[in-house]
């Protein structure tokens, strides 16, 4: 069981900023490729972003390209989402994983954490 959990979320206005962070249970997080997903209401989960293990590569989908970029600190033991120019359609709940850096998708030892909400408006 990989356990992650996310904390940065809130409220903000579009085209406005915000940094999501997520920290390990349990693990060293340097060991493992960790992506971002998103899930809005009635929709199903989204790829967002994904990086390997040193950070020297990482994956972004179409939506959010040029708009966000995701990094880690392993001596933290954490890994971030920059998220800028933020539009509405970005809102929904935001979770991590580890996952399979070259297909970025979810390791099937992963354990889904919480998330944290991520809200879009004027």
């Known amino acids: 069981q990989l356990q992650l959990v996310e904390s940065g979320g809130g409220l903000v206005q579009p085209g406005g900023s915000m940094k999501l962070s997520c920290g390990p249970s349990?693990?060293?997080?340097?060991?493992?490729?960790i992506g971002w997903f998103r899930q809005a209401p009635g929709k199903g989960r989204e790829k967002v972003s994904c990086i390997n293990t040193t950070g020297g590569n990482t994956y972004y989908a179409e939506s959010v390209k040029d708009r966000f970029t995701i990094s880690r600190d392993n001596g933290k033991n954490t890994v971030y989402l920059q998220m800028n120019s933020l539009k509405p359609e970005d809102t929904a709940v935001y979770y991590c994983?580890?996952?399979?850096?070259?297909?970025?998708?979810?390791?099937?030892?992963?354990?889904w954490g919480s998330g944290t909400q991520v809200t879009v408006s004027s």
């Open positions: 349990g693990f060293t997080l340097g060991h493992y490729a």
């Open positions: 994983a580890v996952v399979l850096f070259r297909l970025c998708v979810p390791d099937s030892n992963t354990s």
